[in-house]
T-cell receptor, first 112, second 117 residues
Framework: KNQVEQSPQSLIILEGKNCTLQCNYTVSPFSNLRWYKQDTGRGPVSLTIMTFSENTKSNGRYTATLDADTKQSSLHITASQLSDSASYICVVSSTNAGKSTFGDGTTLTVKP | DTGVSQDPRHKITKRGQNVTFRCDPISEHNRLYWYRQTLGQGPEFLTYFQNEAQLEKSRLLSDRFSAERPKGSFSTLEIQRTEQGDSAMYLC???????????????FGNGTRLTVT
């Protein structure tokens, strides 16, 4: 069964600090992995996509990594801002499924 | 605004009533998805359309739920005889998925929050 597990479930950090969110998956055959950011009361918005051949990709202060062998991904946030407070959802797509598999997200709270 | 729009944003209904939600996807997108999300959980897949064809429906979806996408444009999700357990955020997403390509992102609307009292 395709599954996506994220850790930690929630995280509180001080503004300006860095943090790393984890995603483990069992989706197969693998197509791509996306990280989405979901602000409270809004729909998720795509931050970055990782395909099989990519190990690292950056989008501003967000850096995603992918280890396709161990089926793990991480999202690193540098110099956090109050606006980074949100849920970060890992989504993995398969080449033989019309839909993607969602993790339950990590809720990040950035405090001043 | 050319994003995905959902209507209404909020719906409060009494148990046993029927409700219908509408989703207008990004106009050139051929795929449309419905998800349900409860607090602290990720979106849970309900169903999706390729143009006007409903290609998959979650086994979690009871017979009280039905979705349509006439003419491959907007979509409606109807819940009949609502129950308190139906209370959730209902998210719609669209994407342009070409044959053999799986990398298109999902573009989400801001959801319809349903409260069943």
């Amino acid at each position: 069964k395709n599954q996506v597990e994220q850790s930690p479930q929630s995280l509180i950090i001080l503004e300006g600090k860095n943090c790393t969110l984890q995603c483990n998956y069992t989706v197969s055959p693998f197509s791509n992995l996306r990280w989405y950011k979901q602000d409270t009361g809004r729909g998720p918005v795509s931050l970055t996509i990782m395909t099989f051949s990519e190990n690292t990709k950056s989008n501003g202060r967000y850096t995603a990594t992918l280890d396709a062998d161990t089926k793990q991904s991480s999202l690193h946030i540098t110099a956090s801002q109050l606006s980074d407070s949100a849920s970060y959802i890992c989504v993995v797509s398969s080449t033989n499924a019309g839909k993607s598999t969602f993790g339950d997200g990590t809720t990040l709270t950035v405090k001043p | 605004d050319t994003g995905v729009s959902q209507d209404p944003r909020h719906k409060i209904t009494k148990r046993g009533q029927n409700v219908t939600f509408r989703c207008d996807p990004i106009s050139e997108h051929n795929r449309l998805y419905w998800y349900r999300q409860t607090l602290g959980q990720g979106p849970e897949f309900l169903t999706y359309f390729q143009n006007e064809a409903q290609l998959e429906k979650s086994r979690l979806l009871s017979d009280r739920f039905s979705a349509e996408r006439p003419k491959g444009s907007f979509s409606t999700l109807e819940i009949q005889r609502t129950e308190q357990g139906d209370s959730a955020m209902y998210l719609c997403a669209s994407s342009q998925q070409d044959r053999g390509s799986y990398n298109s992102p999902l573009h989400f609307g801001n959801g319809t929050r349903l409260t069943v009292t």
